[in-house]
């Protein structure tokens, strides 16, 4: 007979370095975009715009969060030679339950967004961050890791989006409406009906060339980042420096 | 430099030298266009070169390197003056822009500059206008009829700057021989009347056949020169006309001879100037001989089957790609091992 570990809240201490360290870890050191270059095939597929990077982004900021919290609380009762499935299902129920939702509440955008809504069980960036961090962490720094990977994904896609869209349409925040309502229909900010837009950028070539200048713009940063304060950048570039290479 | 020393045998060159060796040999081609085409080549050229000298001091600027010796060792003023051949002639600046951007920036620059770049600058231009401008790339005016006499200056300035709209451009722009070839065989009409078309001469394209025989003029000068080997230009060419001539004896009345398929389009320009870039191109001389004969190869299947009428740019990008694998197969090996 195996006996189960009993389930107990955990105490959590977060201590405000923790916690700067766990988000700037997401949004920056290790985003699932730029760094780990996770999840590229919604990243490249959906980003024609900045509304679909920004309706996709944040139904994979749900599924992560809903999907590592529970992960992590339930480590404990998890065997280590079935986690993957597990972990798996766990992400494939919030998924379902996601794809319900859009499609009750924002159906336009889901059609656009299409298979890439259920596809989110297969981002490698919710999967990871399961194995990697919610399986070893108490669900308050699961929450905050996912939390922010998830921002700082939805971030890439939004950047990407909004590049693609200006290059190639001239506009920004066209289809607004199908996430904010009629009232937002305003909200298109073009750049005159002259605009010869390069169709390139709308096209699949147009992500893959985008997502690479984001990369190199993210490494020439820190590059800058890091020359004139070299003491503090090598605490805080170790980890991510790996990361880099590893992607 | 970096790639003088395997574009010629005998005393190594600098990049200047050799880009001021090409750009000779294109001088015969360009006055021929420039004939053709009156003004509308003289802003093409003016502006090719002026962004590309704009675009390259910006991006040295940037990467922090001596401005002055890159300005002036002409592989950028190659580049730009291969692009203002290759877009049709009256283009609008911004496309010109556009073109020099990618070509520069993107292709060149981004990748570590000259000599680091895997990709043909200017074919990255070209590919990248074509793909996102269909309807302007596709504009060329008929030769002749919009030459010095024809188009005036205010007109041009007008077509240039003026973002004069598409639909002006019916009066003289006219499809080539290569287009014409390729919607009207859709259409299942014979290539017999086809031909008869006034947008056809004695070899290739009305007008056209010429151009082409000056780029063969310049080539072959350049070949003399030993700035370039024979390997590219003879596999390039080869494989075209053997691949053309194959379909062509199978059935002459699906598929045009292969002298229609040298002397029209950008065959002859691509196997001469574009090609044989040193930087791009394969190294080893049987890895030549593999690179160029699959552009042949390439821009055959996309002029007949694909959804482009020439295909210079698309084969050499899709050839540039393979090279790294084809120079590791094809190393000489060293005497004695």
Request: a positive charge; glycine letters at 10%.
């Amino acid at each position: 007979m195996i006996k189960l570990p009993t389930f107990k809240l955990e105490p959590v201490n977060l201590s405000r370095d923790e916690f700067r360290s766990l988000s700037l870890e997401g949004l920056w050191r290790n985003n699932p975009g730029l760094v780990q270059l996770l999840g590229l095939c919604p990243l490249l597929a959906v980003t024609n715009n900045v509304v679909n990077g920004l309706g996709l982004g944040l139904a994979t900021i749900i599924v992560l969060l809903a999907s590592n919290v529970a992960v992590s609380a339930v480590r404990n009762f998890i065997r280590q030679e079935v986690r993957i499935p597990t972990f798996i299902l766990i992400i494939a129920a919030n998924v379902t339950i996601i794809d319900m939702l859009m499609k009750a509440f924002f159906h336009d955008l889901y059609n656009i967004l299409g298979i890439f809504i259920p596809l989110i069980v297969t981002n490698c960036a919710v999967l990871g961050r399961s194995e990697a961090f919610a399986s070893k962490h108490e669900p308050v720094r699961a929450g905050l890791d996912s939390l922010m990977m998830g921002i700082g994904f939805m971030l890439v896609l939004m950047v990407l989006g909004g590049m693609r869209e200006l290059v190639a349409n001239g506009t920004l925040f066209s289809q607004a409406h199908l996430m904010f309502g009629e009232a937002a229909r305003g909200w298109v900010i073009s750049f005159g009906k002259d605009f010869h837009g390069l169709l390139l950028a709308a096209l699949p070539p147009g992500a893959f060339i985008g997502l690479g200048l984001l990369v190199a713009m993210k490494n020439s940063i820190d590059q800058r980042l890091r020359k004139p304060a070299p003491k503090a950048a090598t605490v805080a570039a170790a980890p991510s420096a790996t990361a880099g290479e590893a992607a | 430099m970096m790639f003088a020393s395997h574009s010629t045998s005998t005393a190594p060159l600098d990049v200047s030298q050799v880009m001021r060796q090409v750009l000779y040999a294109l001088i015969p081609g360009t006055l021929l266009l420039l004939w053709f085409f009156g003004w509308g080549l003289l802003t093409n050229w003016v502006l090719a070169i002026g962004f590309g000298l704009g675009f390259e001091a910006i991006m040295l600027k940037w990467r922090q390197r001596p401005i002055q010796p890159f300005l002036l060792d002409y592989s950028v003023i190659v580049t730009a003056w291969l692009l203002a051949v290759a877009l049709p002639a009256y283009s609008p600046w911004w496309l010109m822009a556009a073109a020099m951007l990618f070509a520069v920036v993107i292709a060149k620059h981004l990748y570590g500059g000259l000599g680091y770049n895997p990709f043909n600058p200017a074919m990255v231009g070209y590919a990248a206008m074509l793909v996102s401008y269909p309807l302007q790339m596709t504009a060329w005016p008929a030769p002749l009829d919009a030459g010095f006499g024809q188009v005036g200056f205010e007109q041009t300035m007008q077509l240039v700057f003026g973002g004069a709209s598409p639909a002006s451009w019916d009066g003289f722009s006219a499809a080539t021989a290569l287009d014409t070839v390729k919607t009207d065989l859709r259409t299942h009409k014979p290539l017999m009347d086809i031909y008869a078309k006034e947008t056809f001469g004695w070899l290739g394209g009305r007008g056209w056949e010429w151009v082409n025989l000056a780029w063969l003029l310049g080539g072959l000068w350049l070949l003399r020169q030993r700035i370039i080997s024979w390997h590219i230009p003879a596999a390039f060419l080869g494989s075209l006309v053997l691949i053309a001539g194959m379909f062509w004896i199978i059935d002459p009345a699906q598929y045009t001879s292969p002298l229609f398929h040298l002397f029209s389009g950008a065959a002859i320009l691509g196997a001469f100037f574009i090609a044989t870039d040193p930087v791009t191109a394969s190294t080893t001389p049987r890895g030549k001989l593999i690179y160029a004969a699959g552009i042949g190869l390439f821009i055959y299947i996309i002029r007949t089957w694909g959804g482009y009428p020439d295909a210079v740019a698309f084969s050499v990008i899709i050839m540039n790609m393979v090279v790294p694998l084809i120079d590791h197969y094809t190393q000489p090996r060293v005497y004695g091992t």
